[in-house]
T-cell receptor
């Protein structure tokens, strides 16, 4: 079965620290990859997505993610976090052969200390 | 509308009670999804509609769960004889499908609603 693993459930950083959130998936076929973010009290929002082409994708608010096919990974990065980045981050994978559903990881709660 | 609207936002049900959760997708969005998010977990797929057709219901956990979208817009998720393990946030998401083939993956850029939090006592 497809699965998506997010390595850290809780991350605490100080402002201006660099961020990297890990995401690995278990399926070896053609995939589309997503990061969603849920700010406190808000609904899930798309942060960035990878469909094809340049494996380094840039999203909103200075976030980027790199697709490394050989490692089945799609890690999220930000060079310098802000207090407003405090949120829960979800990695999600869509496998083209399995229809239209997304498979989500369990999420990583990021708290940025000001 | 401007976003995906879900109601009620909060529902408390006694075990054994039936509940109905409503989703109003973005106008013109063809695809509609229901996800279940238990506490501390990521969303898990329940079912998918393309217009009024329910194309995938593989994620529905039991025959107590039923979803419909009779006119291809508003959708209702119904849970019969609720159990405590049904307590979760139920998320609705919609997307528009553009093009064919490779471009159809655009259908997976989902816009989520705020969710309906169900607590079964």
């Amino acid at each position: 079965a497809q699965s998506v693993s997010q390595h850290n459930h809780h991350v605490i950083l100080s402002e201006a620290a660099s961020l990297e959130l890990g995401c690995n998936y278990s399926y070896g076929g053609t995939v589309n990859l997503f990061w969603y973010v849920q700010y406190p009290g808000q609904h899930l929002q798309l942060l960035l997505k990878y469909f094809s082409g340049d494996p380094l994708v840039k999203g909103i608010k200075g976030f980027e993610a790199e697709f490394i096919k050989s490692k089945f990974s799609f890690n999220l990065r930000k060079p310098s976090v802000q207090w407003s980045d405090t949120a829960e981050y979800f990695c999600a994978v869509h496998v083209l052969e399995y229809g239209n559903k997304l498979v989500f990881g369990a999420g990583t709660i990021l708290r940025v200390k000001s | 509308g401007a976003g995906v609207s879900q109601s009620p936002r909060y529902k408390v049900a006694k075990r054994g009670q039936d509940v109905a959760l409503r989703c109003d997708p973005i106008s013109g969005h063809v695809s509609l999804f229901w996800y279940q998010q238990a506490l501390g977990q990521g969303p898990e797929f329940l079912t998918y509609f393309q217009n009024e057709a329910q194309l995938d219901k593989s994620g529905l956990p039991s025959d107590r769960f039923f979803a419909e979208r009779p006119e291809g817009s508003v959708s209702t998720l119904k849970i019969q004889r609720t159990q405590q393990e049904d307590s979760a946030v139920y998320l609705c998401a919609s997307s528009f499908k553009r093009g064919r083939g490779y471009l159809s993956i655009g259908a997976n850029v989902l816009t989520f609603g705020a969710g309906s939090r169900l607590t079964v006592l």
